[in-house]
């Protein structure tokens, strides 16, 4: 199993980046997937879920700016992330966990990818 996040980069506030996470190596569409985020000093925090019914749940700080999605013919998991605020740097990972899983709680995660880092400036 194998998990490549990319999109990350730096913006300012209010602005809006697409993060993507390429999977391979597995049966995509049976696997239930999710965004974490970790900032320096900070534990893992889960923001996105999609488990693999197409199921989301949000946490509360991202709740109606990001959106999470799955595209299971090209084996893609996105994020969406709109009106970013500075709290929102930190590196962000893509993670997958067979079967149906959707809340983000990071040890229910078996897989994760490398990360990619947002930085949000104001």
């Known amino acids: 199993v194998q998990l490549v996040e990319s999109g990350g980069g730096s913006v300012q506030a209010g602005g809006s980046l697409i993060l993507s996470c390429a999977a391979s190596?597995?049966?995509?569409?049976?696997?239930?997937m999710g965004w974490f985020r970790q900032a320096p000093g900070k534990e893992r925090e889960g923001i996105a879920t999609?488990?693999?019914?197409?199921?989301?749940e949000y946490a509360d700080s991202v709740k109606g700016r990001f959106t999470i999605s799955k595209a299971n013919a090209k084996n893609t998991l996105s994020l969406q992330m709109n009106s970013l605020k500075p709290e929102d740097t930190a590196m962000y990972y893509c993670?997958?966990?067979?079967?149906?899983?959707?809340?983000?709680?990071?040890?229910?995660?078996?897989?994760w990818g490398q990360g990619t880092q947002v930085t949000v400036s104001s």
């Open positions: 190596g597995y049966a995509y569409s049976t696997y239930s």
């Open positions: 999609i488990a693999s019914d197409g199921s989301t």
């Open positions: 993670a997958a966990t067979e079967g149906w899983w959707l809340r983000p709680l990071a040890t229910a995660y078996n897989y």
